[in-house]
Structures are given as structure tokens and as C-alpha cells.
């Protein structure tokens, strides 16, 4: 099974989970891993170069998904429009929409990048804020999906949303090196994102995908 990942800190804690509960060799030899930005997953996923993937919500109603997704309430902290000419950001397909959806002008900025920039005290509105403004609900902004190894995928999503998985100090400290943030600021970051897709987030990318 090739399972895509989004290279952001918003799937750590579903990284951490398949290295610790996937323990039997041949899983581990049947599941690798690509990594890349939203957009390019999203193109491997519809190629068929991979199996799975948490890919960007505008794109999750080709596919067949799981009830798990990349979710904020109110503020994400880490898809921002910074002020200035429009312009997307190329590793992006569902904020860049999310910022026209909204009428909003400026620059699109997402993941780590965005973090970084939000945490160092900069300027920018956050369009997960700007979202739950205008309609009062949480935003999805990628789903778990899949075109191939449905029921593998099924389960593994049950059971990731049936866990709380605690991520080891000597991860969040490479993670947090990699990106020069802190582990404090990381673990502070990962508390704003959650991933069962429950009632008000299946609401809310409904209104979205219609919008």
C-alpha cells in the first residue's frame, strides 16, 4: 500500500500513530510513505502513484473517505492571508479557494511556513477564523482518502480516531528543530487541530465544496 502524507506538522500525530501500532513486518513492508506538499499529493492520488492520502477537501469528493480530516475551530494558526496582491500559494488547493470563497485579498500562506510567520509575531489573517466568522462552523481542510485498499484504510482511521496518541519528547523536539520552533509552541499547535469528522465538520465542508 502506498500511503501519501502531507509534509506538515497538522499529520504529526497520525505519523506517530502508524509507527507505533502497525508492529507486524509485513504491514510495515506493505505501507510506505510519500511525502510531499497538498497539491502534489493530490495529483499522485488521482495518478494512482499512491493509495491513500489525507488530500486537500476541494478534491475529497472524487474519492472514497474516511471520516477523518485535517479539522480547526475558529483558529488554525498555520493558513494565513497576508496583506498585498493576490496571490496563491502553489502548495495549496483547498486555502487557496477557502480565501476567494471568503472574498478576501492577499497573499495565501500555509503550513509550517505559515506557523513560523504567525509565531514570530507577523501579520495575517487567519482563514480558519475568518470561516468560522462567516458561518459559525469549524473548516476542514483535507480529508483521508483513498482509491484503492478501502477496508485497510477504514480500519486504520477507526482506530486512529479511537486513539490519543501521545507523541514522544524526542520527536517533538527533532520536529520542532527541523522547523526552529519550539517543542512548548509545537504541542500549543497541535492542540488546535482535531480529526474525527463529526456532524458541524461534515456541515461545514458541505457548505464549502456548494459555496
Known amino acids: 500500500m502506498l500511503f501519501g502524507s502531507i509534509s506538515y506538522l497538522n499529520l504529526l500525530p497520525f505519523q506517530v500513530f ?3 501500532h502497525i508492529s507486524h513486518n509485513a504491514t510495515k513492508m506493505a505501507l510506505n510513505h510519500r511525502r510531499d506538499v497538498p497539491s502534489q499529493i493530490n495529483k499522485a492520488l488521482k495518478r494512482r502513484a499512491i493509495h491513500a492520502a489525507f488530500i486537500s477537501s476541494v478534491e475529497s ?11 480547526a475551530h475558529k483558529k488554525v494558526y498555520s493558513v494565513l492571508l497576508l496583506e498585498g496582491k493576490n496571490e496563491s500559494d502553489p502548495a495549496s488547493a483547498t486555502s487557496n479557494l477557502l480565501a476567494k470563497v471568503l472574498n478576501l485579498q492577499g497573499k495565501v500562506l500555509i503550513g509550517d511556513a505559515a506557523l513560523k510567520h504567525y509565531l514570530q509575531g507577523k501579520e495575517g489573517i487567519d482563514l480558519a477564523e475568518a470561516w468560522y466568522e462567516k458561518t459559525g462552523l469549524p473548516f476542514v481542510f483535507a480529508r483521508l482518502c483513498y482509491n484503492k485498499h478501502g477496508n ?9 480516531a479511537q486513539t490519543k496518541t501521545k507523541i514522544p519528547q524526542y520527536i517533538l523536539k527533532r520536529e520542532a528543530k527541523k522547523r526552529d520552533i519550539s517543542p512548548k509552541e509545537l504541542s500549543w499547535y497541535l492542540e488546535h487541530i482535531y ?9 461545514s465542508l458541505k457548505k464549502f465544496l456548494k459555496m
Not at 61 to 71: A, E, S
Not at 195 to 203: G, I, L, N, P, R
Open 152 to 160: 485497510s484504510i477504514e480500519k486504520l482511521a477507526f482506530a486512529f
Open 18 to 20: 502508524l509507527k507505533q
Open 61 to 71: 469528493r472524487k474519492y472514497r473517505c474516511t471520516d477523518l480530516g485535517i479539522i
Open 195 to 203: 480529526y474525527k469528522m463529526d456532524w458541524k465538520a461534515k456541515k
